[in-house]
């Protein structure tokens, strides 16, 4: 799958690049919105009772990401996050028993972006921290009785990616990349608004 997102990475970036006139550097002190769409595959989860066996998940994630920066010099920018992912589901069984569980994700992030200017102008790297918060609901059977039980609980992970960034027109840029996003691998697409620069 990671082989599978560079190749898209490498293909969207040149495909991006053709048309796009050159990458300007945001002045230091530009404040920027932006909105990312990405998608993850391939999810592999433990069960949840490991003395279960996983029958059934959700194989792909969906993710919405607002965003809001600044851009501390033309080089590094400080990202907030906010993200809604779709749900993850899981089945799994344990001779007569069983259980269906409904993971919903919300997770907020800090990251810092580091902006080449000079060399490869447009590839960008981003690195941070996720506050990631799951709401829980399982369902278990057993003999024809099924038993709800809600639980919540939140962690902390980290964010590494790399990407490009191509001027649309004006201060609206695109952008595309890979990377890890807490326990994810994920494949992402953006717009980023600069005001001001």
Known sequence: MQKRLFAFLL???AATTLPAPAVEAAEAG????????????GIQR?????????TSE??????????????????IGLEVGYVRRTDYRQSAVNGPFSYDATARTTNRDISLVYQF???LPGLFLTTGVVFSHVDLTADSHFMGRSTRINTAF??????LGIGYEATLSGNLKARIGVGRYGDDKIGFVGLKY????
């Open 194 to 197: 600069y005001f001001g620069s």
């Open 117 to 119: 200017t000079e060399w």
């Open 11 to 13: 293909t969207a970036c």
């Open 154 to 159: 939140s962690s902390r992970s980290s964010q």
């Open 58 to 75: 959700t194989n792909t994630i969906g993710a919405v990401r607002l965003l809001a920066g600044y851009q501390l010099t033309p080089n």
């Open 46 to 54: 433990d069960p949840y009772t490991k003395s279960f066996r996983v």
């Open 30 to 41: 530009t404040v920027y919105l932006g909105v990312d769409g990405a998608y993850a595959s």
